[in-house]
């Protein structure tokens, strides 16, 4: 039973055993809260009784102590139903939050390209968040109130069965109004859903884009867009709650409107005897706990409605396939074999189509081809950031996809395009390549990568902080910081991508000339724009449109007609735009 729960409502097993508990003590501490009127009620008959008798009350002091012990019950069960309700709930989304970002780790990098971010952190805050007012607020209230309905409509029964008749009626017909309404509701929230995101997109996107909405002086036009989108989740918000409040509304008045009932046919009986007046204002009272109860439950079942969607939500993200592969073969070599290799990030486009080559250890194999022919997602690939979906990869004579990704980037180093880097010192930022190395052996690494340059003339120096993904850097700085971090990891497997792009002159060959010590031994898969850079290649691959259009090295590409020839007489300047 613990798991089902646990399934339904995509909560850890302890999160569904704080449930069950929490909905156990919501009952006993509505029967606590009954417990003032009862011992009011009984002081009445008690009351009644000595005065038609014309003696005094009798047992005053006994009324006292139990006044005292309902006082000391409700404290107890109210306090037990807080700790354990509201303490849990917390220490479960806690709990669901950190299992969500255990899993977000499992999954493949092509889940990221089909899922908005802003639609991941909405399921890890909003969704987690929504939840878990659920199940403080809402689920346990339910469980714990539904029980006790039963219970007061038993007792009532066993008072007089033809009132209790009578003061049920509203029960099936509210229950319809409740019904009726869910069409509506869903409809509503979904749409709801639907403006969150996209303005949660919107707001991701204008932080991100602000420095280039100051440079196209789009300032206007941005804040135009987001009055429009905020106008839009306005009136969403509104459409989402009118059919809840119409529903709600119409449920509150058909059952309150019991107590007229119970008035009317309970003064009429009363009349005929069939009813005393302490039983008639019983029924009063019950009977009105009973409705705002049933009101209660309502409120808490349309909640549960709206936390459908979000555990659906949450559910489907669970249930994402994770990256496959868990093996952990020992290497005899880092060779790469690619045999009609296949990709494509979105269903019906691919990017790379039946690809084959292969890059020997020890070699400089170097990716080639005009914007978007598929370069960098090759090296995606070879380094398990996506997995392939035909043909097959093998390193070392292993089939890529089985290894595991932990023990794959054991071996690999990169530097591609975008350079990452933390927020903390260029000391750190390095160390990340080697997470036990020694300051010395980071220092190293970073005066190879040409870092020395830059760094020593910061205040600071290696232990200048960088900012936020180094924005306090220029680009050939970020650039130089990631190549130290190859330099520290001394990789069996290098893959660089556009490493020179954002140096100047000086640099690039004070860096090719670091780099080419680095590459000596390893498996190195370079991607470039200016063939020049890559004239020592062993193997170039020429990529167009996501085929393999030629390969070999430089002397037999140029012996060919094709498109290496051409590309490489353009940068030359033996070649001009208009014969290419
Ligand atoms: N995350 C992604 N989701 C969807 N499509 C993508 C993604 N990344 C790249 N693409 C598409 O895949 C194709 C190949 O892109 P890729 O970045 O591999 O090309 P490239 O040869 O490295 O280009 P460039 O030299 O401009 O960096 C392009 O059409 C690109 O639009």
Not at 127 to 143: Q, R, Y
Request: aromatic share 10%; proline share 2%.
């Amino acid at each position: 039973m613990i798991d089902k729960i646990a399934e339904k409502y995509a909560l850890s097993t302890q999160g569904a055993r704080t449930f069950i508990r929490s909905s156990i003590l919501e009952f006993i501490n509505n029967l606590v809260s009954m417990l003032p009127m009862a011992l009011f009620l009984y002081l009445l008959y008690d009351i009644s009784t000595a005065v038609s008798n014309g003696t005094l009350l009798k047992n005053g002091f006994f009324y006292l102590l139990l006044g005292v012990v309902v006082l000391i019950l409700l404290f107890v069960s109210n306090y037990a139903t807080y700790t354990e309700l509201y303490v849990g709930t917390y220490k479960e989304s806690a709990q669901i939050r950190l299992s969500l970002a255990e899993k977000m780790k499992q999954l493949p990098m092509s889940f990221y390209s089909k899922k908005a971010p802003s639609e991941i952190a909405s399921v890890m805050l909003n969704d987690v968040a929504d939840l878990e007012n659920f199940f403080s607020h809402g689920m346990p209230k339910i469980t714990g109130l539904i029980p006790f309905v039963g219970l007061t409509l038993i007792a009532l029964l066993a008072i007089n069965w033809k009132l209790t008749l009578v003061s049920a009626v509203v029960i099936p017909l509210s229950w319809l109004i409740f019904q009726g309404s869910s069409y509506m509701e869903k409809k509503a929230h979904q749409e709801y859903f639907s403006t969150i995101t996209k303005q949660s997109d919107y707001f991701q996107e204008m932080i991100e884009k602000m420095q280039e909405t100051r440079l196209l002086n789009r300032k206007k036009e941005a804040k135009k867009e987001m009055a429009e989108l905020l106008a839009q989740q306005e009136k969403t918000h509104r459409k989402t709650e009118l059919p809840t409040a119409i529903s709600q509304g119409m449920i509150a008045a058909v059952l309150q409107s019991g107590i007229g009932l119970v008035i009317i046919f309970g003064s009429y009986w009363y009349t005929q005897h069939e009813l005393t007046l302490i039983e008639l204002l019983i029924f009063l009272i019950a009977t009105n706990k009973m409705y705002n109860m049933m009101i209660s439950i309502y409120e808490k079942l349309s909640m549960s409605r709206n936390t459908k969607i979000r555990i659906e939500r949450l559910k489907s993200l669970y249930h994402e396939k994770n990256q496959v592969g868990n093996t952990t073969p020992a290497f005899s070599n880092y060779n790469f074999e690619l045999k009609n290799l296949g990709f494509e990030y979105k269903v019906g486009q691919p990017v790379l189509k039946n690809v084959n080559f292969t890059a020997n250890e020890g070699e400089i194999t170097a990716l080639v081809g005009p914007s978007g022919s598929g370069k960098s997602t090759m090296l995606r690939i070879l380094s398990r950031l996506y997995d392939y979906d035909k043909g097959n990869v093998l390193l070392g004579g292993h089939e890529l996809q089985n290894i595991a990704t932990d023990y794959l980037f054991e071996h690999i180093s990169v530097v591609f395009q975008e350079v990452v880097l933390f927020n903390t010192s260029i000391l750190e930022n390095i160390r990340m390549g080697k997470k036990d190395a020694s300051d010395q052996e980071v220092l190293a690494a970073a005066k190879k990568a040409q870092c020395d340059e830059f760094a020593l003339h910061l205040e600071q120096g290696y232990d200048s902080i960088i900012g936020e993904n180094g924005s306090l850097l220029s680009g050939g700085e970020r650039q130089r910081i990631s190549i130290a971090r190859a330099f520290l990891k001394d990789s069996p497997i290098l893959f660089l991508d556009e490493t020179s792009s954002a140096l100047d002159s000086e640099n690039e060959y004070a860096v090719q000339q670091a780099l080419s010590k680095l590459v000596k031994g390893k498996t190195v898969l370079v991607v470039a724009h200016r063939l020049k850079t890559i004239e020592n290649a062993d193997k170039i691959i020429v990529l167009g449109a996501g085929s393999v259009l030629e390969q070999g090295n430089k002397e037999q590409l140029l012996a060919r007609d094709g498109m290496f020839k051409r590309q490489y007489q353009y940068e030359m300047g033996t070649l001009s735009n208009n014969q290419m």
